[in-house]
């Protein structure tokens, strides 16, 4: 059997009066790619920081191979892109690489090589001496995802990677991601990108602080009885 890497439990989430994760339960399982979706405002990064222990659930568990988080040494394997890029603007695209590589504990002789590796994923080679404040709101996202790559960490947690990056970038990255799954790792990422849904293991459907399908995206279009994951998601918004 296959091992559990992230696991929901009963969830609550409220911040003041506003309950915004009503009772979320899902796993993601090792090789997986699991896709979190849902409008904007649903919980989804609510969900994300809930997994990395960055927010404290009301109720319930969430659980990162079998340990509740935040824990230091499990961070180590797990490649987090947030929505926000956190990086240092006065550093150029190859320092900031070398400062989380150094973060994460990667081996000084195989830095180097990591760093060429994640750049090519992202096509960010040829910037990486220029200082980060010069860097276009993509390329940010690219260093960003190159940064969460780093150290082959067996769980990836990636909150919108693709937005503001270009259609065939987009299906390199995605190739890599594939990649990623075929050596026993495991992806859990939201996206608006509804083509992107469509490349996912499952499909993870927040609505409302309801998680409303959990499915691959074959068995949700079926069920909807619609030809695309964009089509399920308007017609679930449309029954609430
Ligand atoms: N720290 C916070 N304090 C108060 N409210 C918050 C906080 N973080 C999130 N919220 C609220 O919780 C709700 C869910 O936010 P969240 O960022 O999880 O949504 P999302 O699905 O990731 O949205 P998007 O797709 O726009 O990123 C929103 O109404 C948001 O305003």
Request: aromatic residues 6%; glycine residues 8%; neutral net charge.
């Amino acid at each position: 059997m296959r091992k559990t890497i992230v696991s929901l439990n009963n969830v609550q989430k409220k911040f003041g009066d506003q309950v915004v994760l009503k009772e979320a339960n899902f796993n993601v399982q090792q090789g997986e790619i699991v896709g979190l979706i849902g409008p904007s405002g649903a919980g989804k990064s609510t969900i994300i920081k809930i997994v990395l222990g960055m927010e404290k659930a009301n109720a319930g568990k969430a659980l990162v191979f079998d340990t509740q988080m935040p824990n230091r040494e499990l961070l180590n394997n797990i490649g987090y892109m947030a929505q926000a890029d956190a990086l240092y603007d006065v550093l150029t695209g190859y320092e900031n690489l070398y400062f989380f590589a150094q973060m994460k504990g990667i081996k000084k002789a195989v830095i180097k090589k990591e760093i060429q590796h994640v750049s090519q994923v992202v096509e960010l080679t040829e910037h990486l001496a220029k200082k980060v404040s010069g860097y276009s709101g993509g390329m940010k996202r690219r260093l960003s995802l190159a940064i969460a790559l780093l150290g082959e960490p067996d769980l990836l947690i990636l909150d919108e990677p693709t937005v503001g990056i270009d259609p065939g970038l987009k299906r390199k990255i995605w190739q890599e991601l594939y990649h990623i799954k075929e050596a026993g790792r495991t992806i859990l990422v939201t996206t608006h990108a509804m083509d992107e849904a469509e490349l996912t293991d499952r499909v993870v459907l927040l609505l409302d602080g309801e998680i409303i399908a959990d499915e691959s995206p074959r068995e949700l279009m079926k069920d909807y009885q619609v030809n695309s994951v964009e089509a399920v998601f308007l017609k679930a918004e449309g029954e609430r």
